[in-house]
């Protein structure tokens, strides 16, 4: 018989979870721990990260760590890979999810800005990914799986910087999944639409989030932090043995308009 639900049993597995204090990055943490997951979260706030794991672990009885690392400095990238190593012996997942976003025209913003979002949702990527193939290859076994976004794909006003961050983000994935294929480590991006995190609340009352969000998604409403869970369950699990280079949209029918 077929495997079935089975192939999305990650007991067993370990998981780097980068962002993971809160937003989507500690929803999708808290979903590979209900599927059976250990994980590792890092946030730059290690009070932050440490509350969430610990939050985690009792929801869901795995084990979760949470640690203070900021993606764009090398240093901390090794640590952290070290210290999953330490506490699991093992990383099989590794969910690139750090990021920010600064919005505003071209005109007024600064290079320093346009650098800060290409340095923690592009280099971070890079970073940390680095950090994570060598013992990937050594397990012949990995899952990568970025968080890219919609605006990796298509554009929208006032958003150069992190347009352009998440279009790298796509383009990583892509050659990284090429790359990485022959040591059994598959490479895909989940592109979320609009969902209402911390990054997104100071805009969601505006008349651009209610005219290019709320106005644009197929199902006319921000999505819930529940709703990105899925996707990276499946991009983690063994059911997700086939797909390399994807990039799977979670937006509410955003980008089928």
Known sequence: MLPGIRQFDLTGRAALV???????????????????????????????????????????????IGIAADV???????AAVARIIEEFGRIDILLNNAGINIRGPIDELS?????????????????????AVPHMKQANYGRIINIASTLG???????????????????????LALELAPHHI??????????????????????????????????????????IQGAAIYLASDASSYTTGAMLNVDGGWTAR
Request: net charge neutral.
């Open 111 to 131: 290079y320093e800005q346009f650098r800060q979002v290409q340095a923690i949702n592009t280099d971070g990527v890079w970073l940390c990914t680095r950090a």
């Open 72 to 78: 764009t400095r090398p240093a901390d990238v090794e």
């Open 153 to 175: 794909q298509v554009g929208l006003a006032y958003r150069s910087p992190y347009a352009a961050s998440k279009g790298a983000v796509v383009q990583l994935t892509r050659t």
């Open 18 to 64: 980068t962002g993971g204090s809160k937003g989507l990055g500690q929803a999708m943490a808290a979903g590979l721990a209900s599927a059976g997951a250990d994980v590792l979260l890092t946030s730059r706030h290690a009070e932050e990260a440490e509350a969430a794991a610990r939050q985690i672990a009792a929801d869901h009885g795995r084990r979760a």
């Open 186 to 227: 598959t490479v895909n991006a989940i592109c979320p639409g609009p969902f209402l995190t911390p990054m997104n609340e100071s805009i969601a009352d505006t008349e651009d989030a209610k005219k290019n969000v709320l106005g644009a998604t197929a199902l006319g409403r921000w999505g819930r932090m529940e709703e």
